[in-house]
């Protein structure tokens, strides 16, 4: 079953747009280990938090894709201009 990954970033201020261009670098290898959306976004009421949205083939494939090379890559690049907020939640989609 599809699984769905949405949940919001917060940044240290001034940060959202470096971390927007990391988590946008393309990673074609994200569709190969069963990503079936990835989309970033942002919202001018909230400065320092990024949205990201992720379809996965299950819940498994997401969680396999923590350990590739270029997502752990950009995973440590963002770390250290995040603020340590992080909100969302994670669904079995039905339809």
């Not at 240290?12 to 970033?40: F, H, S, T």
């Not at 494939?61 to 770390?79: D, G, P, Y």
């Amino acid at each position: 079953m599809t699984f769905a990954n949405v949940g919001t970033l917060g940044t240290k201020p001034g940060q959202r747009d470096a971390v927007v261009a990391i988590l946008l670098r393309p990673k074609p290898e994200l569709r190969d280990a069963g990503c079936l959306l990835y989309e970033v976004g942002v919202n001018e009421e909230s400065p320092d938090a990024v949205f990201v949205c992720e379809l996965w083939e299950s819940e498994e494939a997401h969680q396999e894709s923590l350990t590739l090379e270029s997502v752990r890559a950009a995973i440590n690049e963002a770390m250290p201009m995040l603020s340590g907020e992080m909100g969302g939640t994670r669904f079995t989609v039905l339809g």
